[in-house]
């Protein structure tokens, strides 16, 4: 399966600890995405990379948040001291480097904060 | 603020009908629409692109795309009970510096489909 991966797909973790998730893309596609989806809503922007650089990331992205993707390659997102209001499903997807930004989706993370 | 706005519903139809979905965009620059299909739990599922007014048909569903109106639509023919997700809109639109690179997505609608 050479779709998009995503690890852990499940987190539960304690108010104040930090987080890592790591997302693999599919192989050619030089464009990645994460998003944050909450019950009934859309998938909501979080940040995109180009190859190696953070091209844009979401005003609603507080400092406690951050991604990096060192190699152009995999991706991870790390959210520090974390919050009940993070618990969500983390989702990440990745598009082929063309004008068209038809994105596919790993099968997220879900990540729970008690 | 971009925004994309679909109906929420739930949206009921018998398997075997037809169903429509609806989506409103508010970014008159956009070029690229799709329609994602999301199982409960499951992640987004990319189901239709469209780029030019008019329809776009891949064997039961439909989407239908007006710039002038800002508006795309879904038609699931012969709806079937594994039909029933919902479906999101999604709308690639530009940030300040003129790159269109983002997905804007609308809230979904939920489908249901009846036996």
């Known amino acids: 399966d050479t779709g998009v991966s995503q690890d852990p797909r499940h987190k539960i973790t304690k108010r104040g600890q930090n987080v890592t998730f790591r997302c693999d893309p599919i192989?050619?596609?030089?464009?990645l995405y994460w998003y944050r989806q909450t019950l009934g809503q859309g998938p909501e922007f979080l940040t995109y990379?180009?190859?190696?650089?953070?091209?844009?990331k979401s005003r609603l992205l507080s400092d406690r948040f951050s991604a990096e993707r060192p190699k152009g390659s995999f991706s991870t997102l790390e959210i520090q001291r974390t919050e009940q209001g993070d618990s969500a499903m983390y989702l990440c997807?990745?598009?082929?480097?063309?004008?068209?930004?038809?994105?596919?989706f790993g099968q997220g993370t879900r990540l729970t904060v008690v | 603020q971009k925004e994309v706005e679909q109906n929420s519903g739930p949206l009921s139809v018998p398997e075997g009908a037809i169903a429509s979905l609806n989506c409103t965009y508010s970014d008159r620059g956009s070029q690229s629409f799709f329609w994602y299909r999301q199982y409960s739990g499951k992640s987004p599922e990319l189901i239709m692109s469209i780029y030019s007014n008019g329809d776009k048909e891949d064997g039961r569903f439909t989407a239908q795309l007006n710039k002038a109106s800002q508006y795309v639509s879904l038609l699931i023919r012969d709806s079937q009970p594994s039909d029933s997700a919902t479906y999101l809109c999604a709308v690639n639109t530009y940030n300040s510096g003129g790159s269109n690179y983002k997905l804007t997505f609308g809230k979904g609608t939920l489908l249901t489909v009846n036996p």
């Open positions: 997807a990745s598009s082929p480097i063309t004008g068209i930004t038809e994105a596919f």
């Open positions: 990379f180009q190859n190696e650089a953070q091209l844009e």
């Open positions: 192989s050619e596609h030089n464009r």
